[in-house]
């Protein structure tokens, strides 16, 4: 790598695992590239990484509270972590933001954070949206306002067996779809669940992002990430697996251990 920082990204993951290691990974990779990340976690998350597999001089670490007591289980409760994130993060975030904010060029923000559009707004800063499942995956979130329409989502309370095989042929690409295939926040019988209502909004709010990046590939999911971006005017790419990008670099293990998950 050379000498010249080229650009300085703030990267800002949902505090899981599942969350936090794809970014680290697309951290090391924007690393190789000459720029330099702040990697911004919250400090239950922090006080639990892996210090070996994270070291170098293009990195720094901030971290900032999520608003929970140190014996809560976090994401054993997770509308309980999503709602406490959503009431501190946004002002912790900004103020980390207005220090950095004249090295900063770019924030990526995990995409169910989608608070970050209003403080990227705020300084002038493209904000990429890093949703860290599958295209398929993303597209069951972003398509619920069809599921709604078509009855499939939420499931009828009593019924939730009898319709588990039952096919939801309304995701363009993913006609074969089954309403046991969905993710678990959207198979539930009350529409004001906290989860459900949050992962409806977030997807929606995706659209405010200027890229979204998803952990994939086209040969994996080509017709769905198509779909996508003609959905999103051409803003979605596809990064992945990262895992292997990663794999390629070193032989690290987890960033974060799994009890922070």
Same mark, same amino acid.
């Given at each position: 790598?050379?000498?010249?920082?080229?650009a300085?990204a703030?990267l800002?993951?949902?505090?899981?695992?599942?969350?936090?290691?794809?970014?680290?990974?697309?951290? &090391?990779?924007?690393?190789?590239?000459?720029? #330099?990340? /702040?990697?911004?976690?919250?400090? =239950?998350?922090q006080?639990?990484?892996? +210090?070996?597999?994270?070291?170098?001089?293009?990195?720094?670490?901030?971290?900032?509270?999520?608003?929970?007591?140190?014996?809560?289980?976090?994401?054993?409760?997770?509308?309980?972590?999503c709602?406490?994130?959503?009431n501190?993060?946004?002002?912790?975030?900004?103020?980390?933001?207005?220090?950095?904010?004249?090295?900063?060029?770019?924030i990526v923000?995990?995409?169910v954070?989608?608070?970050?559009?209003?403080?990227?707004? &705020?300084?002038?800063l493209?904000?990429?949206? #890093?949703? /860290?499942?599958?295209?398929?995956g =993303?597209?069951?979130?972003?398509?619920? +306002?069809?599921?709604?329409?078509?009855?499939?989502i939420?499931l009828?309370g009593?019924?939730?067996?009898?319709?588990?095989n039952?096919?939801?042929?309304?995701?363009?690409?993913?006609?074969?779809?089954?309403?046991?295939?969905l993710?678990?926040?959207?198979?539930?019988?009350d529409?004001?669940?906290?989860?459900?209502?949050?992962l409806?909004?977030?997807a929606?709010?995706?659209?405010?992002?200027?890229l979204?990046?998803?952990?994939t590939?086209?040969?994996?999911?080509?017709?769905?990430?198509?779909?996508?971006?003609?959905? =999103?005017?051409?803003?979605?790419?596809?990064?992945?697996?990262?895992?292997?990008?990663?794999?390629m670099?070193?032989?690290?293990?987890?960033?974060?251990?799994?009890?922070?998950?």
């Open positions: 790598m050379g000498d010249v920082i080229r300085h703030l800002l993951p949902f505090p899981a695992q599942g969350h936090i290691n794809p970014m680290m990974q697309l951290a &090391k990779i924007l690393i190789s590239k000459g720029i #330099f990340v /702040t990697f911004l976690n919250t400090d =239950f998350t006080e639990r990484l892996n +210090p070996a597999s994270i070291a170098d001089q293009y990195i720094q670490f901030q971290s900032f509270p999520d608003g929970l007591p140190p014996d809560h289980v976090r994401t054993l409760k997770l509308p309980e972590l709602e406490s994130l959503q501190h993060a946004p002002q912790h975030v900004e103020n980390i933001v207005q220090k950095l904010r004249h090295s900063l060029t770019i923000a995990d995409g954070f989608s608070f970050a559009q209003k403080i990227a707004d &705020k300084f002038g493209p904000r990429v949206a #890093f949703w /860290t499942t599958s295209a398929c =993303f597209s069951t979130y972003y398509y619920m +306002p069809l599921l709604i329409d078509h009855a499939h939420p009828k009593g019924d939730e067996e009898s319709c588990k039952e096919v939801i042929p309304c995701i363009p690409e993913m006609e074969t779809l089954r309403v046991k295939d993710p678990s926040f959207l198979t539930v019988t529409a004001s669940d906290y989860m459900f209502q949050y409806l909004r977030e929606q709010n995706t659209h405010s992002a200027s979204v990046l998803l952990n590939f086209e040969e994996l999911e080509g017709p769905v990430l198509r779909d996508l971006n003609v959905k =999103f005017s051409e803003k979605v790419l596809s990064i992945g697996p990262l895992l292997l990008y990663s794999a670099d070193d032989d690290d293990d987890d960033v974060v251990s799994s009890s922070s998950s």
